[in-house]
């Protein structure tokens, strides 16, 4: 009865103490859901260039079909990945097939960012010359940041903790 007692207080002890670390759900951020980015500091940034209603629908319709064109691509690359980390784990792997699968990862990658940046470009042809020039001097196009989990310690828009969310 004793072991018993005290089994059951360390997995209440255990699931209590790892409550916190499941309460911010899938992405650990706000805004961040299944499938990483979407769009919590591109929300923070455009949220800054008082975007009329217009631009807000003109912006969200560019973004979703960008992740329409390149949901086959991530696709592609998730089963690119697995096929490679196979091969890898052969016996002996064959470094001709292993060439190849990342040299087709790489350029899946390519394809895109290539769509990534066609699609910055086609946000900037909605924005005012104002807009434009604030876009420009904000962190929009300067990615994630740097640091442990892409974290910017001490960057006055961060705040001084670590991660992208604050």
Known sequence: MKKLTLVLMAIALGVLLTM?????GP?????????????????KIFKKL???DEQK????????ENQKAIRPLREKMFDKSVELRRLWLQ????KDKITAAQKELRTLRDKKEDKATI???????VLTPEQNEKLANSRWD????????GGMRGHEEHGPGMGMCQ
Not at 142 to 149: L, N, T
Request: charged share 25%; with cysteine.
């Open 50 to 52: 008082n975007l009329t």
């Open 57 to 64: 629908t003109k912006i969200e319709a560019l973004v979703s």
């Open 142 to 149: 300067r990615g994630p940041g740097f640091g442990p989990r």
């Open 119 to 125: 699609l910055r470009f086609e946000i900037r042809k």
């Open 20 to 24: 916190p670390a499941f309460a911010a």
């Open 27 to 43: 992405g650990g951020c706000p805004g961040n859901g299944p499938g990483g980015d979407t769009g919590y500091h591109r929300d």
């Open 91 to 94: 016996a002996n792997p064959d």
